[in-house]
Nanobody, 127 residues
């Protein structure tokens, strides 16, 4: 079973930047989507950004559009989340997730659609 390992979290001041990485333990010949979710204390886990592995098509939550960028490195089997102009409300544990899809499946935002999850990395933005 594939393992996803996140890294890159930390403490940053408001307005700063961080880049998260998520490395998958194995390649797949299946069609997949990768995504980042986050969960703040006392809140439900929410979709942040997703990417179609085959062509790099992306989707974002409205709250991060224009500030966050998801990308992937196929050779390294790694997905990234570049986070700029960070705000205190971005503070959360960030999780990487993967799902196997069919060719025409759109990127979805529901946690239940993703079968594989990392353990998360903490991002704290101070004001």
């Amino acid at each position: 079973q594939v393992q996803l390992v996140e890294s890159g979290g930390g403490l940053v001041q408001a307005g700063g930047s961080l880049r998260l990485s998520c490395a998958a333990s194995e390649r797949t010949f299946s069609i997949i989507h990768m995504a980042w979710f986050r969960q703040a204390p006392g809140k439900e886990r929410e979709f942040v950004a997703g990417i179609r592995w085959s062509n790099g098509a992306t989707d974002y939550a409205d709250s991060v559009k224009g500030r966050f960028t998801i990308s992937r490195d196929v050779a390294k089997n790694t997905v990234y989340l570049q986070m700029n102009s960070l705000k205190p409300e971005d503070t959360a544990v960030y999780y990487c997730a993967r799902r196997i899809v069919t060719r025409y499946t759109p990127i979805t935002t529901a946690t239940t659609d993703y079968a594989y999850w990392g353990r998360g990395t903490q991002v704290t933005v101070s004001s």
